[in-house]
C-alpha cells in the first residue's frame, strides 16, 4: 500500500526514472525538420488555399461550381491579404442546375471584384463608399437576379466567404456550408442550412436522430434564382484563429462524417492533399453526389 | 377580490389587492387543507421577484376567512381586454405579451429547487397592466412540480393540454396553455367553446388572415398534442417568437408602442450645481466627479450626495474626468487639460491646447490623450503634463479617442475618422459623410461610431474597411455601447437603437419623445441613456421594452454611469441625481 502512493507521489520524493523517454539520438533529417517547423516565420500575414472538386460517382452532370481567388490588398500602412472564395450546388431536379450555380459563381466573383479592382490594381484615391457586407449581399442579390432571367426555373445554392485583413464576411444562401476546422479537432458550422430539414429541426419538429433519416433531406426552402424576394444571410466575423476555413457543398458534409473530414485534414501534409482525400473520401463512401470543397488557412 | 388602501402609510396613497377566501367546509380536516393550500400560494407568492409577478405584502385568516394581500395591478385582463376589443389584436402587440409570457414562464420554471407550474394560464389570469406589460394573477394552483408525481387534474377546459387530464403537470404543459392564449387572442375564438384539443383545425390564418405565417407556426408548435414536439422549454419558444418578431419587423413597434407614464421613481439623492450639467460623471472609490457649465469640477459622495470640493476652471466642462493614480484629468472650455489631486481638489498641473476641449481624456501607457477645439490630439505626459506629439487632423476634435489593439482611435468634425500608433502615426484613416463627434468603442476586431451624417458604422479596426452601415433616422452624436452581440445607439431622430454586432440588422429601437445625444449604458441586463425630452430611461437590453424612466426638469445631454446597482446621471436642469438601477 505504502509503495503504492509513494508511486503515485513520486514527485515529492527520489525522482523515479521515466522509462518511457526515448533518448536515442535523432537522425539529421529529424532535427532539420523540427528546425524547419519551428522557424515557420511570416512577416506579413497572407492566405493560402486549396480546392477539390468531383463529379461523384452516380452522377452525369457536375452541377457544382467554385472560384477560389487568393491576392493581397496595398494598403497604406502595409498589405493586407484579400480573398474570395464561393462554391454553389446547382439544384438537381431543376433543368440547368449547372447553368444556375455557374451564373451564380460569375456573377457574385465578378461583382465582387469590379468593387475591389482599384484597390487590387490601380492606386485607390478614396475610401469604398459600400461596406463589406452591401457589397456581398448586393452580388447574391444581382446574382438572384441573372438567374432567374437567364435560366427560369433553375436554382443553386451560395456560400461564399470574402476575406479583407483579417476578418471573413459571409453571405450564404441554400444547403452548402462554412466551416471553422479547429486543431483540436472540432468542426465548427458557421453557416445555417436553409433547408426543409434544418427548418423543421429548428421548429421542434424533427430530433436529430429522425432528422438524420428523414427522407427530404435535399430540398431546400431558400435558393438563389427561386421565389420573388431573396432573403440572404450575410455576417462577419474574425478568420478562426490557427484554424482552416471550409466551403463544401453537401456532396461532402452530408456523405463524409465530421471526424473523417478532420482526419482528412491533419493527415495531409499540406491544404492541396486535405482537398484530395476529402474529395476521395466522400467517393469511397458512395459519390452520390457532386462535390466541391475550399479550404483556406490564413498564416504568418 | 377587493382593491383597499394601505393605512400603513398614512400620507400616501398605496393601493393593495386584497384577495379573500371563504372556506365552507364542515369537514375541520378539509378546513385545516384549505387554509394550508392558501397559505403555500402566499409562501410560494413572497419567494418570487419578478416584474411579471405581482407582490405580496400580507397574508392572513380569521374565523372561516382567509386574506392575501397584493400589489394591486393597474389595468385589464386579457379576457376582457379580447372581448372589448373590435376586431384582431394587432399581431405584435400579441407577440410581445408572448415574449413576456415566456419570460416569466422561464423565470418560474428555472425555480430551484423545483420548477414551478404555473398550471392555468388563460387570459383572465394575465394583467395587462397600464404600461402594456403583462403580470401574471391567481397562483392558488401554480405547484411546485416534484418529477414523477401525479397531480389531480386542475386547469381549465380548452387551455389545458391532454395530458394534463391524465393528471400530469410540467412545463410542456405550460407551454400549450400559453399556446392556446395566444390562439384566442389571435383568433377571439374561445377554446372553451370549441372541442379539445381542436386547434389543429383551426389554424390562425384561416380565421385572421393578416397573422403571420412564423407566428403560425410557432403557436402551431406550441399546441402540438404530444409534448416532446412542443418546444423544449419556455426559452426556446421566446426565441421562436424574438424570430417571428425579428422578420416581422413587429420588435420595434412593440418598442415604440410601451411608452409607459413615468413611474414613481425617487432619487436616492441630488445635488445641485448652478448651471447645467452635460457631461458625464466619472465614480472612483465612492466619490463621484462631475463637470458643470458654471464652470465648475464637483467631487460629490456617491453614497448620500454630500458636496466634497469643487474645482474652478475658466470654461464650461462636458469633458468626462478620467482617474489615474490619485488624480482626477479633465479638459475645459478653457482650453486647458487639468490634473487636480483627487482627495483635495488642489491643481497639480494645467496643460494648454490652442483650443477649447469637449472632448474626454483616455489614459494609456503613461500618456494621456484628449482631442481639442484646435484640431489637434494631444498626447500629454502624466506625471509633467508636457506635450509628447500633438497630431494635427483637418477640423475640430471632440469625439473621446478609444484605445484597442495599440491605436488610437477618434472621429474629427470634418467626418474623417482616424487611427494612429503610440508614436503619432497614422496608420489608416476613414471619411464619413459629415462630422463625427460620437465616441468610438472597440469589440474585438470591430470598432463601432455614429455620425452627423445618419450613420451607425462598423470598421475592422486593423484596416478600416467599412464592415457594415446601419442606417439611423438622422444624424447622431450619440457615442455606441456594447454587449454581447449586440450595439446601442441614440439617434436625433429621438430613437435608442439595438443593432447585432455581427450582422448590422436592427434588433429593437425605442421612440423617446427629443433627440438622443446622450450615450446609452448596459448594465447587467438593462440598457440606460437619457433624452433631450429630460428623462433617463431603462429598458431591457434584449427587447427595448421599458423598465423604467425618470423625469428631470430639463434635458438630459450626458450620459450616465452605474455603479453598484445605482445610476449617476447629470441634466440642464443644473442637478446630478442618483437612482436605483
Known amino acids: 500500500m505504502f509503495e503504492f502512493f509513494r508511486k503515485l507521489f513520486s514527485g515529492n520524493g527520489e525522482e523515479a526514472p521515466n522509462e518511457r523517454a526515448i533518448t536515442a539520438p535523432l537522425s539529421d533529417q529529424q532535427i532539420q525538420s523540427i528546425v524547419y517547423n519551428q522557424n515557420v516565420q511570416f512577416e506579413t500575414q497572407q492566405l493560402i488555399a486549396a480546392i477539390g472538386q468531383s463529379v461523384g460517382k452516380q452522377r452525369e452532370h457536375n452541377e457544382d461550381s467554385l472560384v477560389a481567388i487568393t491576392a493581397t490588398l496595398a494598403g497604406k500602412a502595409s498589405n493586407i491579404p484579400f480573398g474570395l472564395y464561393i462554391v454553389a450546388d446547382g439544384m438537381g431536379g431543376h433543368q440547368f442546375g449547372e447553368v444556375a450555380s455557374n451564373a451564380a459563381i460569375r456573377v457574385v466573383s465578378g461583382y465582387i471584384m469590379r468593387k475591389f479592382h482599384p484597390y487590387l490594381f490601380t492606386i485607390p484615391t478614396q475610401q469604398p463608399e459600400e461596406s463589406l457586407q452591401e457589397i456581398m449581399e448586393s452580388a447574391i442579390k444581382e446574382s438572384h437576379r441573372v438567374i432567374q432571367k437567364d435560366a427560369p426555373g433553375s436554382g443553386t445554392t451560395i456560400t461564399a466567404a470574402l476575406i479583407v485583413g483579417q476578418q471573413v464576411t459571409i453571405g450564404h444562401v441554400g444547403d452548402s456550408r462554412a466551416y471553422a476546422m479547429h486543431p483540436v479537432g472540432r468542426l465548427e458550422q458557421l453557416t445555417r442550412d436553409h433547408s426543409l430539414v434544418k427548418r423543421l429541426e429548428e421548429l421542434g419538429h424533427l430530433n436529430k436522430e429522425e432528422a438524420a433519416n428523414f427522407p427530404h433531406r435535399n430540398v431546400l426552402i431558400r435558393a438563389l434564382g427561386q421565389g420573388e424576394s431573396l432573403e440572404v444571410d450575410v455576417f462577419t466575423i474574425p478568420f478562426p484563429q490557427n484554424s482552416t476555413l471550409m466551403l463544401c457543398s453537401d456532396g461532402l458534409w452530408g456523405v463524409v462524417a465530421e471526424q473523417d473530414l478532420l482526419r482528412s485534414l491533419s493527415d495531409a501534409p499540406n491544404l492541396q492533399r486535405a482537398c484530395q482525400n476529402m474529395v476521395s473520401a466522400a467517393n469511397t463512401a458512395g459519390g452520390p453526389d457532386n462535390i466541391s470543397v475550399i479550404l483556406v488557412q490564413m498564416i504568418g | ?581
Open chain 2, 1 to 581: 377580490m377587493y382593491r383597499a388602501r394601505d393605512l400603513h402609510f398614512p400620507n400616501v396613497t398605496k393601493l393593495v389587492a386584497v384577495k379573500e377566501m371563504i372556506n365552507m367546509a364542515p369537514d375541520p380536516l378539509v378546513r385545516q387543507t384549505i387554509v394550508q393550500n392558501f397559505e403555500r400560494e402566499a409562501n410560494l407568492l413572497a419567494t418570487l421577484n419578478h416584474p411579471a409577478i405581482p407582490r405580496i405584502y400580507d397574508y392572513f385568516s380569521e374565523d372561516d376567512r382567509s386574506y392575501l394581500v397584493l400589489e394591486f395591478v393597474h389595468g385589464k385582463d386579457l379576457e376582457a381586454i379580447i372581448s372589448d376589443t373590435n376586431g384582431f389584436l394587432p399581431e405584435e402587440q400579441v407577440l410581445s405579451w408572448g415574449i413576456q409570457l415566456c419570460d416569466v414562464l422561464s423565470f418560474l420554471h428555472g425555480h430551484k429547487p423545483d420548477p414551478i407550474i404555473f398550471r392555468d394560464m388563460k387570459p383572465s389570469n394575465i394583467m395587462i397592466n397600464s404600461n402594456g406589460d403583462v403580470v401574471l394573477v391567481d397562483f392558488g394552483i401554480a405547484k411546485t412540480f416534484q418529477s414523477g408525481q401525479k397531480g389531480t387534474m386542475i386547469g381549465t377546459e380548452g387551455y389545458s393540454p391532454p395530458e394534463q387530464y391524465r393528471g400530469e403537470a410540467t412545463p410542456l404543459a405550460d407551454i400549450y396553455s400559453l399556446g392556446a392564449t395566444l390562439h384566442h387572442a389571435l383568433t377571439r375564438r374561445d377554446p372553451r367553446l370549441e372541442p379539445p384539443f381542436s386547434f389543429a383545425e383551426r389554424p390562425l390564418r384561416k380565421i385572421n388572415s393578416r397573422i403571420s405565417p412564423e407566428l403560425e407556426a410557432v403557436v402551431s408548435t406550441a399546441l402540438q398534442y404530444n409534448p416532446s414536439e412542443r418546444f423544449a422549454g419556455a426559452t426556446e419558444m421566446k426565441d421562436a417568437l424574438m424570430g417571428v418578431a425579428r422578420k416581422t419587423g413587429a420588435l420595434s413597434k412593440i418598442a415604440t408602442t410601451s411608452i409607459a407614464p413615468a413611474g414613481g421613481i425617487k432619487p436616492i439623492w441630488t445635488f445641485k450645481c448652478e448651471d447645467e450639467v452635460r457631461g458625464t460623471p466619472l465614480l472612483h472609490q465612492g466619490v463621484l466627479y462631475i463637470g458643470c457649465y458654471d464652470n465648475n469640477l464637483y467631487a460629490i459622495s456617491a453614497a448620500d450626495g454630500k458636496f466634497q470640493w469643487k474645482y474652478a476652471t475658466e470654461g464650461g466642462i462636458v469633458s468626462r474626468p478620467a482617474f489615474y493614480e490619485g488624480n482626477v484629468y479633465f479638459g475645459s472650455e478653457d482650453r486647458r487639460l487639468h490634473s487636480i489631486s483627487a482627495r483635495t481638489g488642489n491643481v497639480v498641473w494645467t496643460y494648454f491646447a490652442d483650443g477649447r476641449i469637449h472632448s474626454s481624456p483616455r489614459i494609456a501607457d503613461g500618456h494621456i490623450f484628449i482631442g481639442s477645439d484646435d484640431q489637434s490630439l494631444h498626447a500629454v505626459n502624466l506625471n509633467t503634463g508636457r506635450r509628447i506629439w500633438k497630431f494635427d487632423a483637418d477640423d475640430q476634435i471632440r469625439s473621446t479617442p478609444f484605445i484597442a489593439n495599440e491605436l488610437i482611435y477618434f472621429g474629427s468634425e470634418s467626418g474623417a475618422f482616424y487611427a494612429l500608433d503610440f508614436r503619432g502615426t497614422m496608420k489608416w484613416r476613414f471619411q464619413a459623410k459629415r462630422s463625427i463627434t460620437s465616441s468610438p468603442i472597440a469589440a474585438g476586431q470591430s470598432i463601432f461610431f455614429a455620425s452627423v451624417d445618419s450613420t451607425l458604422y462598423c470598421l475592422d479596426a486593423r484596416n478600416g474597411w467599412a464592415i457594415w452601415r446601419y442606417r439611423l433616422g438622422k444624424g447622431s452624436v450619440s457615442s455606441p455601447a456594447l454587449s454581447e452581440d449586440y450595439v446601442f445607439v441614440g439617434a436625433a431622430d429621438g430613437f435608442i437603437y439595438c443593432v447585432e454586432s455581427h450582422t448590422g440588422k436592427e434588433v429593437w429601437r425605442f421612440r423617446t419623445e427629443h433627440q438622443v445625444t446622450s450615450s446609452p449604458v448596459v448594465y447587467k441586463d438593462s440598457v440606460y441613456c437619457g433624452s433631450v425630452d429630460g428623462n433617463l430611461y431603462c429598458l431591457e437590453y434584449r427587447t427595448g421594452r421599458q423598465r423604467w424612466k425618470f423625469e428631470t426638469k430639463a434635458a438630459i445631454i450626458g450620459s450616465p454611469i452605474v455603479f453598484d446597482d445605482i445610476v449617476y446621471i447629470g441634466s440642464t436642469d443644473h442637478q446630478v441625481y442618483a437612482l436605483l438601477a
